[in-house]
């Protein structure tokens, strides 16, 4: 039986990194309705970044919030220069953009950073301390976790209780009706592309001391967090790390005990796929009327 | 069994004698016959496949040495007044681009031959085709096994030792040392993972399941491997048997580590570079893992004043400033490259394809200066096995330790 | 490739809402039909080989944008039933014994009765659940390809090694030419299915679908059952160009069939346009030429490149090339001609 816990445990470690980064793909989604494939890359290029200022010699929470800015004007940039004049272009273009995007922070990671694994330090371990919980949980990856939470916890107060957060809603919900009503309906999307491309940037800082930092890092955790994020609920920040979670624990449990690890991804996505065809907006999803 | 393996080695060699003798046979017909393609009195053209883009771009890294490399040849003049132009072309690592980019190579470049081109399934894809068209395909980065079969692929050739021939290094060390092993592996599920598979299963034969008590695979796009080693250690495993590229090799060192387990640890030389892994991983979390060396570690403080890793790092600085110094694809591009500089000097003017063959299945006791001391490029009509030689060795905390003789495969 | 201009610059003219194909079109086609039939004899083996590969790639994206151009479902996906239909293809060729073009049918069949079969979930999810069914398929597919229970028929982590096809009744065409003409013939048999089927009542009422799903089910358009039917000739189409590529490539490996060669298919589809018949033909030109271009300029950073091509595409033609084309041409002609894309009347050029 503590077998299975301590598969539990590892998958809720491994959630964590899904349910990081399946923030910043609930944050572009919320405010454009899109779901930014390129969310991955850019974030591995931030934590880059942040790798480089503490190579420079930087203390590590300057080199984070450094890192954080840097990544929120990538962001907006990347909505000033491409994505605005695209908006009314086919939604599949959109998705050709990201995969360019994608194409493109990958290879010049690669090509400024290198190839060879990186380790990226921990604020919340100095190396040499005990394994917490027998070793199947770090101290980094819990407090990586209750760094998610406290995001979450940010994203959720900003869309419900400031002024900002209700605009950003409205635009992704109507952008006509918001910008009749005053909404600067550009400055929010740029200001939702800025803030995913921040939480990206955390989610990578968060990432990196557990899997290692390389230009590749994030290729495979992308489609974990699309599912976790859809399994929860898109439209739902907590829906959405609640999906993550359990997108990890489904992983290590069907590789463990189901199907064995060469089969385990499959079944791990075809479990994602049959949720969602009884609960077609995500576990805790809203269910969308829409008017005819 | 150990005896099965010696059945196979033993097999292969008897056949090998007739099968060489045709094979050189039919290379030294054409050789009469064939004019030289791809070669002028001042040049040398040379035709590369590689990963520039896609997911396995950082093999890159090999190409671009070697590019490098024979800047620097030139640079000094070439060989036989020829100079080395190495035509090196992007093919995502996906076979169908290898074939278009080989052909292009072959049929417009018209190159005198193929090298070093990288990956077991993009090289699977020109395999017959290179052969059909009596194209030497030498040298190929990848460490399957059948780039050793001379009898039906007279034209291809490895160079690295395979990974199979490692594995048997392992499995029988653990036979001889390890009395009571129960082991468990992990492995990445493809032909690189299987090929170290199969290599245990050549020696433990029989006894695998039993002797095997716990085999696991990851992805390569899984972003963590923890659920997998925690299955190993409950399985009770006490030898850990790591195959796995490095990002997943230094993963694994620290999550065996953390979990008090302590198993006897064997890691791949793919992943036993000391800047790349061990380090990342945590050096004293990394002590005790034995591997099997054949390339002198370049992040390794053993070889910090060694003259042939002197030479490498002098080449290195004034060819290829700004490089990533802990990238060990750098010491391995340039080890192939410096093989087929002594295979193009061994060709003297007849750089002919046949010749060209004939030449580089003719190395004796070549020291490669970033091989390990003792460890020799040998290559022979009935051996297209270039490196075919291991050393185990220990990390100490420090460094590789390396301990025992060298091994080969022929040696079993 | 000069043919290839020739032949579909014409059809990209032609708005695929136009059922009146005028008689100087089908002049415009033959004449690119013997280009392209001309070119066997033109061009090297390499260059050939090329052209087979643009030939192949362009029946896969037809099959995509059959799902996901006309019928507004997004794919990422496809890149699994080429797979499905090379492996197919090599299977029955190596095993059984099969010859190579019997091969094709039988790819046909089985990915059409797989689309059917992934294609029931999309009566239940829609835009990005699907989108996320069809990558999750297109990653998963390579691990179903190795796994042990079938390695005798894959060949596993090893793949298939396939042998090249001679022209058959001893004419005098090298395998190259032969396998040129064959997937020529393939492609053309492919593209006019395609329009027939697009251009009549299924086409128009997979476009309804994807405009107005409420207002087609109004209509008595059977939403469900028409989603799924379009998502297994889908699958037909691409499978039938994987087949084609098991061949002409002569390997199938799982490794040549990663996640990315759905992206490379998708990237294919919206550079060439959305909904065009002929965008399918520039698309895979952009697919098999783009990436050396993109290696020509930088072997540092390919990818970087090719990303910086392919967004300044569709950031100057947003509705891929044949889009582009449509509108140059809409405007050479006087704007008058046409009118919500339906040309007033045939003329002549």
Redesign the interface.
Known sequence: MS?VL??VL??L??GS??ASLALALVMIYKTTHHVNFAQGEMATFSTFIAWSLIEAGFSYWVAFLLAVAVSFVIGLAIQALLMRRLANAHVLSAVGVFIGLLLIFN?IS?WIF??????FPSPFES?NEK?VL???L?AHELGASLVTLAVLLAVYAFFRFTTLGLAMRAVAFNPQSSRLVGIRVDRMLALGWGLAAALGAIAGIM?AP???L???MM???L??AFAGALLGGIDNAAGAVAGGFAVGVI??LG??YVV???L??TIALLSIVAVLIFKPNGVFGRHVVSRV | MTNSAKHRLTRREVLGGAGAMTAAAVISQRAAADDMPGVTATEIKIGQTMP????A??Y??I??TELALFKMINDQGGINGRKLNLI???D??????T???T??LV??EGVAFMFNTLGT?TN??I???LNMKKVPQLFVATGADKWGDYKHYPWTMGWQPSYRIEAQIYAKYILQNLPGAKVGILYQ???FG?DYVNGMKDIFGDRFDKLVVKA????S????I??????LQ?SGANVFVNITI??FG??AIR?VY???WRPTHFITNVSA?V???I????VEKAVGIISGVYLKDNTDPAWANDPGMNEWRAFMSKYMPG??L??VNHVFGYGCGLTLVQVLKQCGNDLSRANIMRQAANLHDLDVKILLPGIKVNTSPTNYHPIRQLQLAKWNGKTWERFGEILSATAT | MITKPGLLAQTARIPERNAIVWRGAIVFKLIGLAAAIAATFVF???HL??LT?VIIYAIAILGLNIVTGYSGQISLGHGAFYAIGAYVSAILMTQYNLPYWATLPAAALVCAIVGFAIGLPALRLGGLYLALTTFALA?TLP?IL?YRAFEDWTG????I?LAKPDAPFGLPLSADQWLYLFSLAVGVVAFVLARNLLAGRIGRAMRAVRDHPIAAEAMGVHLALLKTKTFAVSALFTGVAGAL?AI????V????F?V??SIVLFVGLVVGGVASVAGAVFGAAFV?YM??V??KIS??A??AI?GIILIAILFFAPSGVAGALARIAERVRGKDRFKDGIPLQGGTR
């Open positions: 077998g301590h598969q590892s998958g470690a491994t990194i899904y290879s690669g290198g190839y060879t694994v990186k380790a190396g394994p027998g070793g199947y770090s990432i557990i899997v290692f390389d230009p590749n290729a495979g955790i489609l974990y992983e290590a590789g463990a064995g690890t060469e385990k991804l | 520039y883009s896609g997911n771009s950082a890159g890294a190409g671009r090196s072309v992007d995502g690592y996906l076979p169908p681009r074939v278009e980019q052909r292009r049929e417009q399934p699977t894809a395999h017959k085709y599920n493809d032909d299987k696991v695979s990851y992805e796009t899984d972003p963590t923890d659920s997998q080693i925690v299955t409950s490095p990002k230094a993963q999550k953390d979990l008090g570079s800047g790349a892994v380090k990342p991983a945590g490089a990533d802990n990238d | 090297s083996g390499y080989f090329q590969m990653i691990q190795k596993g982590v090893q793949g090694v590529g002409a490539v002569q390997y490996a799982p490794d040549s990663s990315f060669l098999v990436p050396n993109a290696e072997k540092a390919p990818d090719y």
